[in-house]
């Protein structure tokens, strides 16, 4: 037996032993949390390093796998029944190739919740120094009916929502009002909304913490540059982002 089928097995296996306790039950949690302990290494998975054109959720996803894992927990013999499978006599790849495409159905889901903002369509947050647009979450019911590929609503979400992004950063990048530039420390006039930003959200591979700005800038006290980022940067960023239709507090 090769490497691929006896993970194919395992899959089948942990299912198998989870359906012999109740959804409330450690024992079943327990093999769940085996089951999607796998995902890593299951072809066509939608695990963490691959999220494809959800990326951009990245910082989401250890969250959102947390309440996926309760979802199929609780719903482990509703999920099976979908597919119309018998469990003990179907191929441990068919149960494989089932388990991966609804376990993408629901963490996609459960990816998306996390953008739920339930008073506004948008809402501008700062995450792991990212600013992320909220879109209302896609229901498992439209996900469920094309989990090989984007269905077209999603994609209608996720492209607007990037979209949207894009035009946010370009702006703040190339500030042309000069909105961000203008905005500065009276004791460090080099400390500008624009360079706080610039730093903390544009530089490449990775955004700069406020400790390593403060180096950089050559300014000692670390709760100036903390104070102006909250006090004036971000109520600033939360103004620009209306322009492009994100609304927040």
């Known amino acids: 037996m090769g490497n691929q089928e006896q993970l194919d097995q395992k899959v ?17 949690k327990k093999r769940i949390k085996a089951l999607l302990d796998l995902i890593d290494y299951l072809p066509e ?40 499978f018998d469990i003990v006599k179907a191929e441990p790849e068919n149960i494989r190739r089932c ?49 090989e590929r ?16 894009k035009l946010l950063w370009d702006y703040v990048r190339q500030d042309p009002e000069e909105i ?17 930003c610039k730093r903390r959200f544009l530089n490449e591979p990775k955004g700069e913490t406020l400790k390593e700005i403060a180096q950089a800038l050559g300014i000692e006290s670390l709760r100036t540059v903390k104070s102006h980022f ?5 109520p600033l960023l939360k103004e620009i982002g209306k322009k492009f239709g994100f609304e927040g507090e």
């Not at 089948?12 to 079943?28: F, G, H, N, V, W």
């Not at 984007?150 to 992004?165: G, R, T, V, Y």
């Not at 909250?230 to 971000?234: A, G, H, Q, S």
């Open 45 to 84: 998975a939608f695990s963490k390093e691959r999220l494809g054109k959800f990326k951009g959720m990245r910082s989401y996803y250890d969250d959102a796998l947390n309440t996926t894992a309760d979802d199929i927990t609780k719903n482990l013999e509703r999920y099976i029944k979908n597919y119309g």
């Open 230 to 234: 909250d006090r004036r940067c971000k």
């Open 150 to 165: 984007l269905s077209p609503i999603e994609q209608a979400i996720f492209d607007d929502n990037k979209h949207q992004q």
């Open 180 to 196: 961000l530039r203008n905005c500065y420390s009276k004791k460090y006039p080099n400390c500008t909304c624009w360079e706080l």
């Open 99 to 147: 388990f991966v495409k609804c376990h993408k159905m629901i963490i996609i889901g459960d990816l998306q919740d996390k953008w739920k903002n339930r008073n506004s369509k948008y809402q501008p947050k700062f995450v792991n120094d990212e600013l992320f647009g909220q879109h209302r979450s896609i229901t498992r019911g439209e996900m469920i009916r094309d989990t």
């Open 12 to 28: 089948k296996d942990l299912i198998q032993q989870a359906l012999q306790y109740t959804p409330d039950s450690l024992e079943r």
